[in-house]
């Protein structure tokens, strides 16, 4: 990953939760941001905090931070424009899950990191609670779409047999 300086100045302004929201992925099933999403919020290189992880590895289980497959680095990249950079990258990102994002701020020890990972942790929350909310509308969109899909087909049957009598 490239240098992802961002000025002091930046580091200590209030990010929206709806800008944080933009850099939390749905990976393996667990929702997890980037290390250099990170790295970009906090004010620090990427490389500071793998290194800052590699020190302190015991306090990050593979259910905290893990690292990203061809594949899913590949699927990343296809969905999202701003991360065309790890395209032709041979190093495949490290991701952090909300509990790897808690445990990063004690391990950088800085204000920023404290406020920052508090900034976080409420997008982290606010998506819960969107998810939470709208299940019930969720549930219903998916009942829909399964009743629809039979009804398609069936629909679709009469139309092809129209147009091959007129052929």
């Known amino acids: 990953m490239k240098n992802n300086n961002i000025p002091a100045s930046e580091a200590n302004k209030t990010i929206s939760i709806n800008e944080i929201e933009d850099m939390i992925f749905n990976i393996r099933g667990v929702q997890v941001m980037l290390d ?70 004690t391990v950088l020890r800085s204000q920023t990191a404290i406020t920052v990972s508090i900034q976080i942790m409420d997008a982290f929350v606010d998506m819960r609670h969107f998810l939470v909310s709208n299940s019930e509308l969720f549930h219903r969109v998916t009942s829909l779409e399964k009743k629809q899909f039979p009804l398609h087909r069936q629909s679709s049957l009469p139309h092809w047999r129209i147009t091959q009598r007129f052929r």
């Open 36 to 105: 250099s999403d990170l790295a970009q919020l906090y004010g620090v290189e990427t490389k500071r905090i793998n290194e800052q992880v590699k020190r302190n590895i015991e306090r990050f289980p593979k259910t905290f931070r893990f690292q990203l497959s061809d594949n899913e680095t590949n699927e990343l990249v296809a969905n999202c424009d701003r991360l065309q950079n790890l395209k032709h990258s041979s190093f495949h990102p490290y991701v952090f899950t909300e509990q790897g994002v808690a445990m990063l701020s």
